[in-house]
């Protein structure tokens, strides 16, 4: 069994800074692409930053020049630095994994942090 547990959402005003946590635990044998989502309240989940095992990462154009994705491969965990926050950007941020275990490669995904932007 494979849990991603989230810390780092809360509240901050315009123009502030948050840095989520995300770490992988259980049976893990390698995590390979690791990162975060977001979903606003009847939409779709959207892809907001992603990084691969060996440090290459994808951002949503919304995000480019403000968010900073990172991972700590040792420890299975990865990391969203936010900055110059925006009220559009609250909303909840899920943390995903692609992860090697027991039962073979699966996606998994966290229980959502809440991110509240004030303006």
């Known amino acids: 069994q494979v849990q991603l547990e989230e810390s780092g959402g809360g509240l901050v005003q315009a123009g502030g800074s948050l840095r989520l946590s995300c770490a992988a635990s259980?049976?893990?044998?390698?995590?390979?692409?690791m990162g975060w989502y977001r979903q606003v309240l009847g939409k779709q989940r959207e892809m907001v930053a992603t990084?691969?095992?060996?440090?290459?990462?994808n951002y949503a154009d919304s995000v480019k020049g403000r968010f900073t994705i990172s991972r700590d491969n040792a420890n299975n965990t990865v990391f969203l630095r936010m900055n110059n926050l925006k009220p559009e950007d609250a909303t909840v941020y899920y943390c995903?994994?692609?992860?090697?275990?027991?039962?073979?490669?699966?996606?998994?995904w966290g229980q959502g942090t809440q991110v509240t932007v004030s303006s």
């Open positions: 995903y994994a692609r992860v090697s275990s027991w039962g073979g490669w699966g996606d998994y």
């Open positions: 259980g049976s893990i044998f390698s995590a390979n692409t």
């Open positions: 990084i691969a095992r060996g440090g290459s990462t």
